[in-house]
């Protein structure tokens, strides 16, 4: 399986879907701008007591340069250590099986070993992504995950090529979702998720697998306890004003926001700028939830 995932490296192109799986261990090596460091990269540090860890549960923005998607790489091991599976939505393409591939072997484990707790699906267009966001009970079903990770949330949805608002409509559905499936030990109820009347006109323009996730049938909502992370540059872009706000939507959304940042030697860190303290470890800490700064 490993030499297969090798071989296909480099040709991602070649379906709009693709898996992979991946599994480590908790140390991370250190990274620049998501590729491999040697003694002349900068090197990335995480805030102290949290070093390359996803929240235990809700919604956690990861932003910085355009090498950010690729940082998720280095979350994988601490939670897979943890024995979670974790499921990608990949909207960057930046999964990479020989940077998956030299991490289990670091580790000194067996590559095959380390594909078995991840699954990762590609997405090309705002559509896939949103399509993916909205089969995720599916996706869940045919593999259980604890964990998921997006990338190139919102930046996907800046693509000059899509309406802005068909862009917007597809945008809001997949937030919404996100938001949705990262609300921790909130039973959610049945039912059926739907597009906005106005849908109709992205539904026209949709690819046509692409119009089934974006109709007005989907999937029950299950009751889900996931970590959603997503990882995004889209600070980098400028957007049209219609899409001016998605990432600052992206922000209030989430739980906790991180940026990956330089200091003044040079060197990448995550700077947290936001953090919401879970309703239900309140009965045990007494926090209050109110948004903090971690430096």
Same mark, same amino acid.
């Given at each position: 399986?490993? /030499?297969?995932?090798?071989?296909?490296?480099?040709?991602?192109?070649?379906?709009?879907?693709?898996? @992979?799986?991946?599994?480590?261990?908790? /140390?991370?090596?250190?990274?620049?701008?998501?590729?491999?460091?040697?003694?002349?990269?900068?090197?990335?540090?995480?805030?102290?007591?949290?070093?390359?860890?996803?929240?235990?549960?809700?919604?956690?923005?990861?932003?910085?340069?355009?090498?950010?998607?690729?940082?998720?790489?280095?979350?994988?091991?601490?939670?897979?250590?943890?024995?979670?599976?974790?499921?990608?939505?990949?909207?960057?393409?930046?999964? *990479?099986?020989?940077?998956?591939?030299?991490?289990?072997?670091?580790?000194?484990? $067996?590559?095959?070993?380390?594909?078995?707790?991840?699954?990762?699906?590609?997405?090309?267009?705002?559509?896939?992504?949103?399509?993916?966001?909205?089969?995720?009970?599916?996706?869940?079903?045919?593999? !259980?995950?604890?964990?998921?990770?997006?990338?190139?949330? !919102?930046?996907?949805?800046?693509?000059?090529?899509?309406? *802005?608002?068909?862009?917007?409509?597809?945008? /809001?559905?997949?937030?919404?979702?996100?938001?949705?499936?990262?609300? @921790?030990?909130? !039973?959610?109820?049945?039912?059926?998720?739907?597009?906005?009347?106005?849908?109709?006109?992205?539904?026209?323009?949709?690819?046509?697998?692409?119009?089934?996730?974006?109709?007005?049938?989907?999937?029950? /909502? $299950?009751?889900?306890?996931?970590?959603?992370?997503?990882?995004?540059?889209?600070?980098?872009?400028? !957007? @049209?004003?219609?899409?001016?706000?998605?990432?600052?939507?992206?922000?209030?959304?989430?739980?906790?926001?991180?940026?990956?940042?330089?200091?003044?030697?040079?060197?990448?860190?995550? +700077?947290? @700028?936001?953090?919401? +303290?879970?309703?239900?470890?309140?009965?045990?800490?007494?926090? *209050?939830?109110?948004?903090?700064?971690?430096?």
């Amino acid at each position: 399986m490993a /030499e297969k995932i090798l071989q296909e490296a480099g040709s991602s192109e070649r379906q709009s879907l693709s898996a @992979s799986r991946v599994r480590g261990t908790a /140390e991370l090596p250190g990274a620049a701008h998501g590729i491999e460091r040697n003694s002349d990269e900068p090197e990335v540090k995480s805030p102290p007591h949290r070093p390359w860890t996803l929240p235990s549960q809700g919604l956690a923005l990861f932003h910085g340069d355009q090498g950010t998607a690729r940082l998720s790489h280095y979350f994988l091991p601490r939670l897979l250590l943890e024995g979670k599976r974790v499921l990608m939505l990949d909207g960057a393409n930046c999964a *990479d099986p020989r940077l998956l591939e030299r991490l289990a072997r670091q580790r000194r484990v $067996p590559f095959e070993q380390f594909c078995r707790q991840i699954q990762i699906a590609r997405a090309f267009t705002c559509f896939q992504l949103t399509e993916l966001i909205a089969r995720l009970p599916r996706l869940l079903a045919d593999f !259980p995950a604890q964990a998921l990770i997006v990338t190139a949330f !919102p930046e996907l949805y800046y693509d000059e090529d899509v309406r *802005d608002w068909n862009a917007q409509v597809a945008f /809001e559905q997949a937030l919404t979702n996100l938001r949705r499936w990262a609300r @921790s030990g909130d !039973p959610a109820p049945a039912g059926r998720l739907s597009l906005p009347a106005c849908a109709g006109e992205v539904l026209q323009d949709a690819r046509p697998s692409e119009r089934r996730s974006l109709s007005a049938s989907q999937a029950a /909502e $299950p009751q889900l306890a996931l970590t959603v992370a997503v990882f995004s540059s889209a600070t980098t872009f400028t !957007p @049209s004003p219609a899409r001016g706000r998605f990432f600052e939507k992206v922000c209030a959304a989430g739980s906790e926001v991180w940026q990956f940042n330089s200091n003044a030697e040079g060197k990448l860190r995550l +700077v947290c @700028s936001k953090h919401i +303290v879970p309703r239900n470890s309140l009965s045990s800490s007494g926090s *209050d939830p109110s948004p903090g700064s971690v430096g």
